[in-house]
């Protein structure tokens, strides 16, 4: 069964750091577009940062450029640095995925994990 597990949220003080980490379970993310994608309560998901399947190229939300970095690590493991983290960044992190290269929106990605709690306090 396919499935994404996100892992590493928490509650951290405005300016300080979070890695969230998607792992893969029972499949290879290699060639796979991989999208981390957050909601926050009444609000719709929205994408934070993308990193293409067939090249790596990545794309950030202006809210998060500068500050989050996506990255992989070997087959099956996504990684998105967070730091100096701001209240506004509160939400559930989804990380997603698409095959090939796919434009960073909800839409474009499947396989949703459950999510994972990020709360920034100022």
């Known amino acids: 069964q396919v499935q994404l597990v996100e892992s590493g949220g928490g509650l951290v003080q405005a300016g300080e750091s979070l890695r969230l980490s998607c792992t893969a379970s029972?499949?290879?993310?290699?060639?796979?577009?991989i999208g981390w994608f957050r909601q926050a309560p009444g609000k719709d998901r929205e994408a934070v940062a993308c990193?293409?399947?067939?090249?790596?190229?990545t794309f950030y939300a202006d809210s998060v450029k500068g500050r989050f970095t996506i990255s992989r690590s070997g087959k099956n493991t996504a990684y998105l640095q967070m730091d100096s983290l701001k209240p506004e960044d509160t939400a559930v992190y989804y990380c997603?995925?698409?095959?090939?290269?796919?434009?960073?929106?909800?839409?474009?990605?499947?396989?949703w994990g459950q999510g994972t709690q990020v709360t920034v306090y100022s």
């Open positions: 997603g995925d698409a095959l090939g290269q796919a434009s960073c929106v909800p839409s474009h990605f499947g396989d």
């Open positions: 029972g499949f290879s993310l290699e060639h796979w577009s």
């Open positions: 990193i293409s399947g067939s090249d790596d190229t």
